[in-house]
């Protein structure tokens, strides 16, 4: 299961999520992702749990099922970055990614078995899809600055409910990364 919802976000919405991320990237002297070259991201920031919470009901009707949030993830992308094809671990049961800023296309690939398939996003659009089915990935980011937040989500009855929160006290706390 893979769905784009176009303009998810308002641009409002958008531009404040853009602004929170640069305030929180600078204040923490920009951190390195982990897994992802020439990006800097971070886990679980207030403002992308408060967002998890906010789209739940939205993400809950476009899969069909009862979610716990499970955590968030921010990344800026900058030149040259690229996401490696990966699956997503058993607290990214459900992920949503949404476009926050972007300069030129750049899509998202997903594969199932022998299919691959791109899709495009502009900034409000969020995609859901089932992130331990399918393997996904980027290309090469040819412009200066790209801002993709991630929200995670399990189902409620599922093999994976004990995966809310990340398995944390709560949202909001430090947990895996």
């Known amino acids: ?13 958008c531009k404040y999520i ?14 390195p992702d982990k897994i992802t070259p020439n990006s800097t991201g971070y886990y679980a920031p207030f403002f992308l ?13 476009t899969v069909s099922k009862k979610l716990y949030p499970t955590y968030t993830y921010g990344r800026i992308y900058y030149n040259k970055s690229s996401l490696k094809k990966h699956t997503d671990r058993p607290a990214g049961e459900y992920g949503v990614s949404c476009c926050i800023q972007k300069e030129v296309d ?30 996904h ?5 040819t412009g200066n ?26 949202l909001c706390h430090e947990g895996v990364q």
């Open 1 to 13: 299961m893979i769905k784009v919802i176009e303009k998810a976000l308002s641009e409002e919405m």
């Open 137 to 141: 990935w980027r290309e090469e980011y």
């Open 49 to 61: 749990e408060a967002l998890s919470v906010h789209l739940q009901p939205l993400v809950e009707k």
């Open 106 to 135: 750049w899509p998202i690939f997903f594969e199932n078995g022998d299919n691959v398939k791109s899709y495009e996003m502009n900034v409000g659009d969020i995609c859901v899809y089932k992130g331990m089915e399918y393997s």
């Open 145 to 170: 600055k790209h801002i993709q937040v991630f929200l995670m989500y399990v189902d409620v009855d599922g093999d994976y409910a004990d995966q809310k929160w990340d398995k944390r006290p709560g």
């Open 18 to 31: 853009s602004l929170n991320t640069d305030l929180l990237f600078h204040m923490l002297e920009y951190p």
